[in-house]
Antibody, heavy 123, light 105 residues
């Protein structure tokens, strides 16, 4: 059964770079059938897609975050990572990683999701 | 950019049918996916590609999509169905609806 686990610092200072890693177990990140995505959820608010990556390194990013986001993949470790630069308090959120299913050659639905990790931006 | 509109809250009597809608311009031409999120938990996929149920999701959950509205229908609503429900599509990038809170009375 595929499982995803987010890891990284729970506290980041304003203006610094938030870095998270998602470790995939129970399956290969190098499958041609999936992308791998990051989604965030500010406390008490809705879901916001950040971006997704294919095992080859091809990426899709949310246009509203694109200038600050870098997603990378390490197939040897079965992991993919998120970097979000120049963070502010507005970036405080629970960050989820998830498998992003391909349909008609495009990433479509997310399943399964990791449990999520809360990242707080504060000095 | 593409937008999805969901009512903030939906109420349903115990055992009755709940309908949660997701509005978007010509959404009927897109594949819509639905997630259930209970407090303190990660979202769970309940419907993909408009009307398909993943394994383990009860048959009480169904979906439809036509015109400018997609609908998630939950029959015989239970207290355990209380959650936030999000719709999602791909339109050059991934878009989520704002979420609807389902209350079972």
């Amino acid at each position: 059964q595929l499982q995803l686990q987010e890891s990284g610092p729970g506290l980041v200072k304003p203006s610094e770079t938030l870095s998270l890693t998602c470790t995939v177990s129970g399956g290969s990140i190098s499958s041609s059938s999936y992308y791998w995505g990051w989604i965030r959820q500010p406390p008490g608010k809705g879901l916001e897609w950040i971006g997704s990556i294919y095992y080859s390194g091809r990426t899709y990013y949310n246009p509203s975050l694109k200038s600050r986001v870098t997603i990378s993949v390490d197939t040897s470790k079965n992991q993919f990572s998120l970097k979000l630069s120049s963070v502010t308090a507005a970036d405080t959120a629970v960050f989820y990683c998830a498998r992003h299913m391909l349909y008609q050659l495009l990433p479509n639905w997310f399943d399964p999701w990791g449990q999520g990790t809360l990242v707080t931006v504060s000095s | 950019s593409y937008e999805l509109t969901q009512a903030l809250s939906v109420s349903v009597a115990l055992g009755q049918t709940a309908r949660i809608t997701c509005g978007g311009n010509k959404i009927g031409s897109k594949s819509v996916h639905w997630y259930q999120q209970k407090p303190g938990q990660a979202p769970v996929l309940v419907i993909y590609r408009d009307s398909n149920r993943p394994s383990g999701i009860p048959e009480r959950f169904s979906g439809s999509n036509s015109g400018d509205t997609a609908t998630l229908t939950i029959t015989r609503a239970q207290v355990g169905d209380e959650a936030d429900y999000y719709c999602q599509v791909w339109d050059s990038n991934t878009v989520f609806g704002g979420g609807a809170k389902l209350t079972v009375l």
